[in-house]
């Protein structure tokens, strides 16, 4: 069974990003894929590709001038680059994700976000949430920030440090997750260009995989940004589960999922190659036409399939206005990684020791793939989440 690329259909008046020329981005930046794996550098001629083909904005809406991509179509292109570099995928789908969200856009002030979609339109304007630090850890788990923003005559210092920091070095604005220095605290996203005073990078990410993430570490020294750039700030309390749009953690789950299936299905490709041209001496013909080979490969496409099909469903009943519940898509998330690592410890099980080899890109997959376990919710909020929910409770 022939894997297919995930996409369905749009609205008419959209016109979807050519098969072809994703394709040829696959290709482009899997050739480059191996030199920033090992220089861990921020993969800046991949967004020059994707910004020469308009790709940037994909999702900013067309009343502003931007393709107005759906979910289907955001995660189709997102498949199709994470198959050739998926650090850049990762990177890129955070500003997808800011665009992505109606709900979003109208609680901003509407000029600071306006001007964030047209840097997008014209091939700029990255941005990526900084929420995580050394020692609150995610605040998907809860707790305020160490982060502050002080009130200054002209806007807000911050002072703090954020870790795990996606794109920190090629981003041109973050959004820093941070409370005030008020006697009663308010806590939310505080808007900072990238360049702005006061700012330092310590390039402390050195991981197994997705390695062109350069989620380094981000530290604030009083970096000043103007008081309408607290975009998005409320009493802590207000932060409870199911506050905001429930419509962003679709996006996250279903992005997250389709970037490592395209890592699997980029170390199946390579697969399928090397079975075919090897062919030992006392076998006389190819891997490929042995039964057991076979017959793992099969279950290779078959886990590869289910992705497909659970990811593209979610996909269109969100975008068709009956989207799938929280519970639902976070299962798919859980299910679809699982079966993306697994795809790929298969071509791993098959090839030996050239499985492993730096010379092979399947070990790059498979340090990358295993990567999917890290972001949240990650799989012990899942599933008691699911079992809370089959139990009634």
């Known amino acids: 069974m022939a894997s297919q690329p995930i ?7 959209y016109t979807p990003v050519a098969a072809g020329l994703l394709d040829h981005i696959t290709r482009q930046l899997g050739a480059t894929a191996e030199r920033y794996d090992r220089s861990g ?4 001629a991949n967004f020059d590709l994707l910004a020469q083909e308009g790709l940037i904005g994909l999702t900013v809406s067309r009343e502003l001038g931007g393709r107005g991509a759906s979910l289907s179509e955001a995660i189709r292109v997102l498949g199709a680059v994470a ?14 994700h800011y665009h992505a969200s109606p709900a979003r856009a109208q609680g901003w002030p509407k000029a600071i976000y306006e001007r964030l979609a047209r840097d997008a339109i014209a091939g700029r304007g990255l941005i990526g949430g900084l929420r ?8 998907v788990r809860g707790g305020l920030p160490a982060t502050t923003a002080r009130r200054t005559a002209d806007g807000w210092a911050l002072t703090g440090t954020k870790i795990y920091s996606t794109g920190s070095t090629g981003l041109d604005w973050f959004s820093v997750w941070a409370k005030t220095d008020e006697k009663n605290p308010r806590v939310g996203n505080f808007l900072v260009k990238a360049d702005s005073a006061g700012i330092r990078i310590e390039p402390v990410w050195d991981h197994l995989g997705m390695r062109a993430t350069v989620s380094h570490a981000v530290h604030f020294a009083d970096t000043p940004t103007p008081l309408d750039h607290a975009v998005d700030i409320r009493r802590p309390e207000q932060w409870s589960v199911g506050a905001g749009d429930p419509g962003l953690a679709i996006w996250n789950a279903l992005s997250i999922s389709t970037i490592y299936d395209g890592v699997a299905r980029a170390a199946r490709d390579w697969l399928r190659a090397y079975l075919n041209d090897r062919v030992p001496t006392n ?3 190819s891997l490929a036409t042995l039964p057991r080979v076979q017959e793992k490969f099969g279950e290779i496409e078959t886990l590869l399939q289910i992705n497909y099909t659970l990811i593209r469903d979610a996909a269109g009943r969100f975008d068709h206005g009956s989207p799938p519940s929280a519970v639902e898509v976070n ?13 790929v410890e298969i071509g791993l099980e098959l090839t030996g020791n050239p499985g492993i080899s730096r010379k092979n890109p399947l070990e790059r997959h498979y340090r990358d793939v295993l990567c999917s376990r890290i972001h949240s919710p990650q799989t012990d909020t899942i599933l008691i989440a699911a079992g809370r929910a089959a139990l009634g409770n």
Do not use: H
């Open 331 to 343: 299962n798919i998330k859980y299910v679809t990684t699982a079966n993306a690592i697994r795809a």
């Open 83 to 96: 198959k050739g570099e998926p650090s850049t995928a990762l990177i890129l789908f955070m500003t997808y």
């Open 7 to 13: 996409i369905l259909d749009t609205v008419p008046s």
């Open 283 to 285: 076998l006389g013909a």
């Open 41 to 44: 550098e921020f993969p800046r």
């Open 132 to 139: 995580v630090e050394p020692e609150l850890g995610t605040p």
